[in-house]
């Protein structure tokens, strides 16, 4: 599916802004926003140039985690096991917010998935209440402390 500058800025960068939230608050982690912003315009830049540039499909996803994660362990100054266990989570929750999104709207709409991708109002109702979900699964994350950073083996800095 090609993606166009306008769509990967208005989808891609609350998203990669979501991913951080969501990621750095699993693993117990909060910091400024200008942290997040500078990582969701950082990984928007990432997303534009890989999917835009060199049209790598598919690769894509491993390569904004691997991005993601060198972001959040250059800008919000983690070590790398952090960083990658925040971005692994932040990506996790994302793939199954999004599969289970799209399995509802083709299941229980009778879509395809070439009409849903196809279709701007589809394919962004999706990617906005995959963001909203992305969202309130952050605040829910910070507002009953669940914390992962044991995944990361040591401490956040």
Do not use: C, W
Not at 98 to 114: H, K, P, W
Request: charged share 10%; aromatic share 10%.
């Amino acid at each position: 599916m090609e993606l166009s500058l306008v769509r990967i800025i208005l989808i891609g960068f609350p998203e990669s802004l979501l991913l951080a939230y969501l990621g750095l608050g699993l693993v117990g982690i909060n910091t400024d926003l200008s942290n997040y912003l500078k990582v969701g315009l950082l990984h928007t830049v990432g997303l534009i140039i890989i999917r835009g540039v060199f049209d790598i499909y598919g690769l894509h996803t491993l390569l904004l985690g691997l991005l993601l994660a060198m972001l959040l362990k250059l800008i919000v100054e983690l070590n790398l096991q952090v960083a990658f266990a925040a971005a692994l989570l932040g990506f996790v929750v994302l793939v199954l917010l999004e599969a289970g999104l799209y399995l509802l709207v083709i299941n229980y709409f009778s879509f395809t998935l070439i009409e849903v991708s196809e279709s701007l109002p589809l394919s962004y109702s999706i990617a906005y209440s995959t963001q909203l979900l992305l969202f309130l699964i952050a605040q829910a994350s910070r507002f009953f402390e669940i914390d992962f950073s044991d995944l990361a083996g040591e401490e956040h800095a």
